[in-house]
């Protein structure tokens, strides 16, 4: 069980959150998370995609797995995390619409030279926009 | 009722019908009439007999599983269902106080709710019209009460708006109601609608208008006892020589225009989202327990499908033991497979290519819920709050209020929160004790109450739930077009069920549906086998 002071410490220590501030309001239409907000790698990493693939980027197991993203041999080639970033794979949904090119390219380079990846060729905006799928909007 | 030259009418019909053949024909006739169109529900499937010896392997014992082993074991097939958890439902689920939850990435909350305390972290509420989940709750005894969705004294909150101070429901709707009425007035006067309406349209528009917005004979909105009696008083009607009412302030209508009012007016619209709704009385695992105390026999638990085969005599299914680690199969003739597609898309299921096109394309959404536990019901004895459901633009989305209960002392569970899409991926993304502090820091607020009162909470992030990997199957446009028909197919001896093979993603109705269709097909082609 936590106790109230260590919420608050961490209170204290989270530097951004995806509360509204100055953004839009949605009000339960669609997300009262911005995306707009995240402005780095590490930022889109830790409020999205560390959802799933975990703070180490070690993913878990139960019935069916969430995929590892470290030390990942996957992540050789950019173009691969890039299109299953923009359009989806299996359970994982598209986000291609959700972020911009340049936020894709920004996690994905992230990811690549984090968590025991050392891949260093950079991956632009202009390349993640060329994998975009048509763009999915759920049916209701 | 006037003597009648030209026949019975429609409402007469359905008297007959209804004393003559019961409730069920004239709701089938009511049907073909036109009217009540509100479910597919035709009634439990009628199977009639299984072809003796006839056996099914049912994998998943959320609520489409249960009910398919429920009604093809009614109608004599031998039916093993094969479930990952060691207890039945599914997102059927309830937490109490003393369970334990673990999700992936290890995290482990001990729930501290005191007894009679509940959360439901899936499926929470059932629409007057989800007939099939209706009906088996009514056929198993289990007791339902009023989920109280809509509630005029609940709020609607936006940090963009208001000075980012919560606004009662009702202040917002009727000031939004109003303002639109009156500027709708003076199109209608100032002639801007002349092409569009005829003279006695336009007449009994304005008439509309003054009655349904709350205008004065002006055709304005303006702050007054009349417009009070919808929007409330500043002092509201007592007795004695300070009885007279004063009315309240309007809101500036540059605020009411945001969308946290009329988002929250739309949803209430929703289909889906109407009153009247239901809850099992202490809790929606409710439900899921009755079916297990019909089928629970057929289950076998902790086994972790690995593969699934099928050739011209039946279908093999093999499991892995996930407390030996003891690997097995399990062999029968047919197959209704109510696994999600998340943990589906992930093992060998020998189906056709476009079926297995359509179990890996698609993706699950994010949602979360947090339940929160204080030591007093302040949102009834502060704010005259009973139930209802208060929304706000933050990434919480909502606060709903205990259904149950009301007026007693004590400890009580909200939901805290419901952090949609994004909002629930950051939420996922949080330890649990993050997700319990950003609730209350968003959650106080609305309620200044909340630090003072809070216990315990504990939330569900659906991404991290180890047996589904997400909340319910995102369906777009496209893929529903390219892929649906093809998933949705019996294809061979195996058949899936569940929410995401219906258009009813989400909702309990959707998973029961898609069952009772799923074993219909099955029945009909192991006759003809």
């Known amino acids: 069980m936590m106790g109230m002071q260590d919420i608050r410490a961490w209170a204290v220590a989270a530097s951004v959150a995806l509360s509204v501030g100055a953004a839009p309001s949605f009000c339960f239409a669609a997300d009262a998370a911005d995306p707009a907000q995240l402005k780095t790698g590490q930022q889109v990493y830790e409020h999205i995609c560390q959802a799933c693939h975990m703070a180490d980027g070690k993913g878990g197991t139960g019935a069916g797995t969430i995929p590892a993203l470290a030390s990942d041999p996957h992540l050789a080639v950019a173009a691969y995390p890039a299109t299953v970033v923009m359009n989806g794979k299996g359970a994982m949904p598209w986000f291609n619409g959700v972020l911009s090119p340049a936020q894709v390219a920004d996690v994905v380079n992230y990811v690549r030279t984090h968590f025991g990846n050392h891949y260093t060729d950079a991956l632009t905006p202009q390349v993640v926009g060329s994998m975009a799928g048509p763009l999915k909007v759920d049916d209701h | 009722m006037p003597a009648n030259a030209s026949g019975p009418t429609r409402r007469d019909l ?9 409730t069920a024909a004239m709701y089938q006739a009511m049907t ?7 479910s597919q529900f035709r009634g439990t499937p009628e199977l009639g007999r299984a072809r003796r010896g006839d056996s099914v392997v049912v994998l998943g014992a959320g609520l489409a599983g249960l009910a ?16 990952y958890q060691d207890r ?7 937490l109490r106080g003393g369970d334990t939850y673990t999700e992936l990435g290890g995290a482990t909350q001990k729930v501290g709710f005191a007894a009679g305390n509940y959360f439901n972290p899936g499926p929470w509420r059932i629409p007057h019209h989800h007939r099939a989940i209706l009906h088996y709750c009514k056929q198993f005894g289990v007791q339902l009460e009023p989920f109280i969705q809509f509630n005029n004294n609940a709020y609607v909150h936006s940090t963009n708006a208001f000075g980012g101070r919560p606004q009662r429901y009702r202040d917002g709707a009727s000031d939004f109601i109003g303002n639109i009425s009156e500027l709708l007035g003076k199109s209608v006067n100032q002639n801007n609608l002349d092409q569009v309406l005829t003279k006695e349209d336009r007449e009994r528009l304005l008439v509309a208008l003054r009655e349904w917005g ?11 006892l009349h417009v009070s009696t919808r929007r409330g008083y500043e002092r509201p009607p007592g007795g004695g020589p300070d009885g007279a009412p004063i009315a309240s302030d309007l809101l500036p209508f540059s605020d009411v225009l945001d969308p946290c009012v009329w988002n929250t007016m739309k949803f209430f619209m929703t289909y889906e989202m109407q009153p009247t709704m239901f809850q099992p009385v202490g809790g929606m695992d409710m439900i899921g327990k009755a079916f297990a105390r019909h089928v629970g026999r057929l289950i076998t638990f902790n086994r972790k499908v690995t ?5 011209d005599s039946g279908v093999t299914v093999s499991h892995a033991d996930r407390v030996s680690g003891a690997a097995g199969q399990t062999r029968a003739d047919w197959c209704v497979c109510a696994m999600p597609l998340t943990v589906l898309a992930q093992i060998p299921v020998q189906v056709s290519p476009k079926m297995q096109a359509g179990i890996r394309a698609v993706p699950y959404s994010s949602h979360a819920k947090i339940g929160m536990e204080f030591r007093r019901r302040f949102w009834e004895e502060d704010e005259a709050i009973y139930g209802g459901i208060s929304f706000t633009s933050q990434e919480i989305a909502l606060i709903s209020y205990p259904n149950d209960r009301m007026h ?5 569970v909200l939901l805290g929160g419901f952090p949609l899409n994004l909002a629930g991926l950051d939420f996922a993304a949080m330890t649990p004790e993050q997700r319990l502090e950003t609730a209350l820091k968003q959650g106080e607020v609305i309620h200044p109450q909340y630090r003072r009162e809070f216990m315990n909470g504990t939330s569900v992030a659906w991404s991290r739930v180890p047996w589904m990997l997400g909340c319910r199957a995102r369906w777009s446009e ?15 001896r195996i058949v899936l069920a569940g929410d995401h093979a219906s258009y009813l993603g989400g909702w309990q109705e959707g998973a029961l549906l898609s069952s009772m269709d799923a074993v219909k097909r099955l029945h009909k082609r192991a006759q003809e086998a």
């Open chain 2, 478 to 492: 496209a893929d529903r077009k390219a892929y649906y028909q093809d998933l949705v197919a019996l294809d061979g």
């Open chain 2, 88 to 94: 039945a439902g599914g997102r059927n689920w309830t």
């Open chain 2, 32 to 38: 073909a009439l036109g009217h009540a169109e509100e």
């Open chain 2, 68 to 83: 398919a082993a429920y009604e093809l074991d009614k109608a004599g097939y031998r039916v093993q269902l094969l479930e």
């Open chain 2, 14 to 22: 359905l008297l007959r019908i209804g004393l003559t053949a019961g």
């Open chain 2, 307 to 311: 593969a699934i085969a099928q050739d």
């Open chain 2, 408 to 412: 007693s002392s004590g400890p009580a």
């Open chain 2, 214 to 224: 709350m205008l004065d004979a002006s055709y304005s909105y303006r702050k007054g």
